[in-house]
């Protein structure tokens, strides 16, 4: 079985590589040998490697960004997964892509969580994107998986996890923090492993996966001070009160409601998973943030 994996190099995308190659061959362009925008060169490579499955972890991920750059995020973001969908449509593949809790305004009454079901009604323009890149998946190819996840972390890009253990273990005596901003950090080594399962099965749908429990940004904070052993103070702050270019969602908890349902959730405790994480890597990130500053120091 083959798969077009598009995002190789992104977040996601390095940790499917890494996953789904123990089991699938996965054949991964860079943007620039497929730009998922152009549909020639969509269809040039579906006629060429004639894979399976695609796989869509592409995307203009850049929240604040999207503001401004509105007419840019609807190319890659929308136009990109609909050739995407097309073009599996076309050549009988099944297509996964990957969408956000973005797609929710997150004003739901705290902790009660986003079903699959709930009324999208996203409030940024990157939310609006991702609702229009699921509608032009369902409208155009048959045998379609979506998975709408959040708070991610891994190895390979900057994210949440790892800007805390890097500002943490700085120079600064204390870093800020949301407080008031929830949702289940979540490990895309997990997501890829997750999406292998569901590779496994022939189920198709919109499905939320991330782990379980859940938690603020400044609880996710002091969990992984904690476990570093980092001396540091968090400083709590409130996400209203910061100006951002997009609208962040408050209540970012989603419940894997329909993998439950099919036996197929295998997302663990966000703090299982973070103990994994930090235990494999959290050394290696916090060195390498104290290489980095005595590097800028020095010049
Ligand atoms: N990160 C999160 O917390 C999160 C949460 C929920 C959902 N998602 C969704 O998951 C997907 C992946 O997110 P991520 O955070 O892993 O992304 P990322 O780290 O920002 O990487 C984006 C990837 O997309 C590729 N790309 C961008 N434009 C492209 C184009 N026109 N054609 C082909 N490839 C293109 C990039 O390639 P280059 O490196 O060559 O530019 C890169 O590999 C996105 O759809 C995002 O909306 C992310």
Same mark, same amino acid.
């Given at each position: 079985m083959k798969i077009l994996l598009l995002g190789g190099s992104g977040l996601i995308g390095s940790d499917c590589k890494e996953v789904l190659s123990q089991e699938y061959e996965v054949i991964s /362009?860079?943007?620039?040998?497929?730009?998922? +925008?152009? @549909?020639?060169?969509? #269809?040039?490579?579906l006629q060429k490697i004639k894979p399976n499955i695609i796989i869509n972890c592409a995307g203009f991920t850049d929240v604040d960004a999207c503001e401004k750059e509105e &007419? !840019?995020?609807?190319? +890659?973001?929308?136009?990109?997964? =609909?050739n995407l969908a097309q073009g599996a449509a076309r050549f009988n593949c099944r297509m996964v892509h990957i969408?956000?809790?973005?797609?929710f305004s997150g004003q739901k009454t705290l902790p009660r969580p986003y079903f699959e079901d709930d009324p999208i009604d996203p409030i940024s323009a990157y939310g609006r994107s991702k609702v229009e890149s699921e509608v032009?998946?369902?409208?155009?190819? /048959?045998? &379609?998986?979506?998975? =709408?996840?959040? @708070? !991610? &972390?891994g190895k390979n890009r900057d994210n949440f996890i790892n800007s805390i253990i890097k500002g943490a273990s700085g120079k600064a005596k204390s870093i800020k923090v949301f407080e008031d901003q929830f949702g289940s950090p979540t490990w895309t080594y997990r997501l890829a492993l997750q999406i292998l399962e569901l590779l496994?099965?022939? #189920? =198709?749908?919109?499905?939320?996966?991330?782990?379980e429990g859940s938690c603020s940004r400044l609880e996710c904070a002091e969990y992984i001070i904690k476990q570093l052993k #980092?001396?540091?103070? !968090?400083? /709590?702050?409130?996400?209203?009160?910061?100006?951002?270019?997009?609208?962040r969602p408050v209540n970012c908890i989603l419940e894997n409601r329909l993998l439950k349902k099919a036996g197929l959730n295998i997302m663990p405790e966000w703090k299982d998973d973070l103990d994994l994480y930090l235990n494999q890597y959290g050394k290696d990130i916090i060195k390498e943030s104290k290489a980095k500053s005595a590097k800028i120091k020095k010049h």
């Open positions: /362009p860079s943007s620039k040998e497929l730009d998922i +925008v152009s @549909w020639d060169m969509v #269809i040039e490579n &007419y !840019l995020v609807k190319k +890659v973001n929308v136009e990109g997964p =609909r969408s956000t809790d973005y797609v032009a998946i369902k409208e155009n190819s /048959p045998n &379609y998986i979506i998975m =709408r996840t959040g @708070w !991610l &972390y496994h099965s022939d #189920i =198709r749908g919109t499905f939320h996966a991330t782990s #980092i001396k540091t103070t !968090l400083k /709590p702050v409130s996400v209203k009160s910061h100006h951002f270019a997009a609208k």
